[in-house]
């Protein structure tokens, strides 16, 4: 069986940096599963079709051409459809439509499939909204990293600044309420902790701080779930 790691949390609760760490660290492979609802969130606006239009988004969903190349950077490359946007894949508009086309249960049903398929050997740190609750359900180790509203949307601007988005803070904090009310909202696999998740607050924590906890979980219990030890 390989083992998966899953991370959920609201947006700018640190799991894609996290994750990304945790992954590079263990030499598994990583599931941005926020980036598959964001590219198919794009492929929408390109190809003029409304986040609440099913059988037009069920269609996107399987022709979707998302591809994650090596770049120079720290961050994989993002192709969506041929189309280079690394860029404006992390973009408001982008979390915007993602959000929006994400509480529609056929969708997401449409993006099973995809996310699944990144459970390949020796193992798979996956991030997003469901990883723990419905996507990997049998995960050996489920947390949920979260954070107050206030720091993420600090982190969001820093991120969104330093890629050179326009972005206020008030601005952010609002958008940022707005998506944890939707995404935790919805009926279908809404934002909250699977029942057998730890729950860990970043508030007050530095990255370094959450990647050492996350790997020291991972440590205990791969004692008993695999015997694959880290750090040794
Ligand atoms: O993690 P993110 O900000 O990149 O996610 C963008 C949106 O995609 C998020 O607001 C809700 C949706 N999403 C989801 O519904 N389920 C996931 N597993 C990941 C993301």
């Not at 056929?106 to 798979?124: S, Y």
């Not at 740190?125 to 995960?139: E, H, I, L, N």
């Not at 998506?179 to 998740?197: I, N, S, T, Y």
């Not at 990647?211 to 020291?216: F, K, P, S, Y």
Request: glycine fraction near 10%.
């Amino acid at each position: 069986m390989i083992p998966v790691l899953a991370i959920d949390g609201p947006s700018g609760s640190g799991k894609g940096a996290v994750g990304m760490a945790v992954a590079e660290r263990l030499g598994w492979h990583y599931l941005d599963s926020g980036a598959v609802y964001r590219a198919l969130g794009l492929a929408a606006i390109w190809a003029g079709v409304a986040c609440d239009d099913e059988a037009g988004l069920k269609r996107l969903a399987a022709e979707l051409d998302l591809r994650f190349v090596r770049s120079a950077g720290p961050e994989p490359a993002v192709f969506v459809n041929g189309r280079e946007c690394s860029v404006l894949l992390r973009g408001s508009e982008a979390a915007d439509a993602a959000s929006r086309l994400a509480v529609l249960s056929p969708v997401r049903q449409a993006l099973l499939d995809r996310q699944r398929a990144a459970r390949r050997p020796p193992g798979l740190v996956a991030d997003g909204r469901d990883m723990g609750s419905q996507v990997f359900p049998d995960a050996f180790l489920k947390v949920f990293l979260t954070a107050s509203p206030e720091v993420r949307a600090q982190r969001r601007y820093d991120q969104l600044k330093a890629k050179g988005f326009g972005v206020t803070l008030p601005q952010l904090i609002q958008e940022i309420r707005e998506r944890d009310e939707r995404d935790a909202g919805r009926a279908v696999a809404p934002l909250k902790p699977a029942q057998d998740a730890v729950v860990l607050d970043s508030s007050a924590l530095g990255l370094q701080d959450v990647i050492d906890r996350v790997l020291a979980m991972v440590n205990s219990r791969s004692q008993s779930s695999f015997p694959h030890r880290i750090g040794d």
